[in-house]
């Protein structure tokens, strides 16, 4: 009896460690799954907009890097993601693992195993609910893009590009060099 309960207790510790789960839950609520007909945005880089960052998530791992195997763990993560209600995922960034183990010894011409290691790479995100609904930011209403000199309305800027208050460089026509004729110059016989 004491071995079986010992056996039942390793088996439940191993197996209790080969979970499938692939995010972790960030957020103190819940929400219900994001309807399916409602598109997960994927964004490269943080936001900006306010959001509230439900969980972090991650791909399957792979040992290709290709376009098709990176299509299906997109989808996995945006699947993973509707799961939890949300809205997008951010900060998407491929990760790599290593394996090291038993690998196919590839030098040899029959089956045969060897020490050694292989790459895994995955994708990994947060997914994220907005806390608001989008609206239209155009670059000029952009607070981060625009330069910020105190006492200045935006009305006096004539070029939104320009950064007011610096003053434009002299520029003595003595000391600039003379342009040479047209076709003669270095590397022209």
Not at 4 to 28: D, E, K, P, Q
Not at 140 to 168: A, K, M, S, W
């Amino acid at each position: 009896m004491l071995r079986a309960t010992l056996l039942l207790t390793i088996l439940a510790v191993v197996l209790s460690g080969c979970s499938n789960r692939r995010y972790f839950y960030l957020a103190t609520e819940e929400w219900p799954p994001t309807p399916p007909d409602q598109e997960i945005r994927l964004y490269v880089n943080p936001l900006v907009r306010p959001h509230v960052e439900v969980a972090h998530v991650q791909s399957f791992k792979d040992t290709e890097t290709d376009s098709e195997t990176r299509r299906r763990q997109l989808a996995q993560m945006r699947e993973t993601a509707r799961s939890l209600g949300a809205d997008a995922i951010m900060d998407i960034r491929q990760m790599e693992g290593e394996v090291r183990g038993l690998v196919i010894d590839e030098m040899v011409p029959f089956r045969a195993y060897r020490q050694g290691r292989y790459p895994l790479y995955f994708l990994r995100g947060t997914a994220v609910r907005f806390a608001e609904e989008e609206e239209e930011v155009t670059p000029i209403d952009d607070p981060r893009r625009r330069p910020i000199v105190p006492g200045l309305e935006d009305e006096e800027l004539e070029d939104p590009g320009e950064i007011p208050g610096l003053p434009e460089p002299e520029v003595d026509e003595e000391e600039l060099m003379p342009a040479p004729p047209p076709g003669i110059g270095p590397g022209t016989l």
